[in-house]
């Protein structure tokens, strides 16, 4: 079970990422969740100064910028074979 | 009731006809850049190149210049301004250059400063821009100052978020591809003879222009004296190409993450076609159109030109990609806001008295100074909006003091924002912020409009002075308090 988290007060931004990782997740058929972080303090939790943040298994994999889902998917790859 | 009626069709003529003016004549040549402009800041400037600079043990001659380089460089929407305001707080260089931040970004940003520019006038946004450098430093020192025994707790925190992991500056593509954006704004806003006049020019001859131009002032009836604006035959056919633009990028590059399309090819085509085409000057003659090609036409085809080069050769898919959708984020969020919020004014405009604001905030008092800064903290406009406002209160007599005053205190102090301040920093501090910003507006304000009221320089420096005096007494005091209670506290270890 994966746990993919978007960090990301609710902007545009944030949630085209939501987007493209429930893509990349569903275009590999893994079983995973996706979580939204709205509140700052969680946020700030991460080392990120911009927003969007993408969190895999509590790896922050990216920040500030939208990645494509061919990234994320080689990340969620990434974490499944670490884990 | 026909009286009622006839009060709403006018109201609605005004708002309609602001509309029309400022899309015709104002937005193109310097929003559109602008929003390229922005776009490419977000995009193609490393985050790593300006944030290094505001780790927890940087000096404070490099952390506050760089709060402020990052206000105006990075922070080109509220997504970004939250977490890096947090983030200097929190875990970088501490309270005062994260409120030098907070206080510069939204005045300082690109789309703002060119807005302002091109609205109202240049020496107004350099006014803007350099009375929020001064006192952005200024509240951000003092703020650190009075509060330096609470930021003990960000001792605790790593400087890793700050480190320079991959420093790398701007490669030098991207910083050439954002300067030529740059140079596009320019050459379209300045106002140089060599720009503006027509080198060559070109007579259509269309029968009956001068008919439609005739009827277009009637639709939109202006008055010249009063600083309003009609629309003309140009302004429409760029009103068309706005519209278009819009359809056209709905499908273009709000799909840019799934690749590049004939859709996105079309829109960039269409973005430049508009640009060139805002750049001539065209008259309704008696006997048809009279097109001038002026020096502003040439300047930008070469700079769209070289853009197309750089964007196809140097650039890579992803730095592309980034650009345009991040410009394209900006205009969605942005636009619209302003597009209601120019509408607004223009059936405000119907309303509101010149008398009143005469009589308010006429001439440079202190009275008028500390009604704009009321105005600003009470009134709560999505971005940019404030611009049109402005604008309006120009045009029905506000003084161009109380205007500025207004000006710097609204971006910066909402409720909204205050809200988000006093969740970061706490209620305290934040309180004490928006009282400084209150009395620093106002400061702002009474200087500049003594400034256009003709006082001689020497007595403007006397009263900075003045002013910096105190306000450097009460940093003193500030500082003997703590620096003895940290004695007091070494003492006790």
Known sequence: MLTIKVLGPGCANCRKLEQIARQA????????????????????????????????NEKLVSSGRIPTAGAVVDWIKAAGQAG | MDALIAFGSQLLQGGLGN????????????????????????????????????????????????AAAAGSLLAVCSCTIVPLFAGIFRKGAGLGPAITFLFFA????????????????????????????VFGVGIGLIMALVFSNDDAAHDRATDTLFAAQDARGMHRAALAFLLLWVALLLLGTLKLDVLTRAHLSL?????????????????????????????????????????????????????????????????LALIAATLLFAALSIQATADGLR??????????????????????NRLSAEELRDWLWESWRFVKQIFPLLVIGVFIVGMARVVIRPEWIEAIAGTNSLLGNLAGVAFGVFMYFPTLVEVPIARMFLDLGMHRGPLLAYLMADPELSLQSILII???IGKAKAWTYVGLVALFSTTAGLIYGAWVDGTSPFLLVLWLVGFIAVVAVLLRVANRRSSLSQEAHHAHH
């Open chain 2, 422 to 424: 006093s969740a970061i």
């Open chain 2, 19 to 66: 509309l029309a003016a400022y899309l015709a004549a104002h937005v193109l040549l310097c929003l559109l850049p602008a929003f390229f402009i922005a776009g490419a800041m977000s995009a193609l400037i490393p985050k790593q190149a300006v944030t290094r600079f505001l780790g927890r043990n940087a000096r404070r001659t490099v952390s506050y210049p760089a």
């Open chain 1, 25 to 56: 997740a569903e275009s590999l058929g893994i079983d995973s969740q996706i979580v939204k972080v709205t509140d700052m303090k969680d946020i700030m939790a991460y080392e990120i100064l911009q927003t969007p943040g993408l969190v895999i």
């Open chain 2, 291 to 312: 097109i001038g090609f002026t020096g502003k036409f040439f300047g930008i085809a070469a700079a769209l030109a070289l853009l197309r080069h750089l964007g196809r």
């Open chain 2, 106 to 133: 939204p005045a300082a940003n690109i789309l703002a400063l060119v807005y302002t520019g091109s609205v109202i006038g240049p020496d107004f946004a350099l006014a803007r821009l350099l009375l929020s450098l």
């Open chain 2, 203 to 267: 007579d259509l001859p269309l029968a009956g222009v001068d008919a439609w131009q005739q009827m277009l002032d009637r639709l939109v009836p202006h008055d010249p004296g009063k600083g309003e604006e009609g629309v003309s035959v140009q302004g429409v056919v760029l009103i068309g190409l706005l519209v278009s633009i819009g359809l056209v990028a709905w499908r273009g590059l709000e799909t840019i993450h799934d690749g590049v399309t004939g859709w996105t090819r079309a829109s």
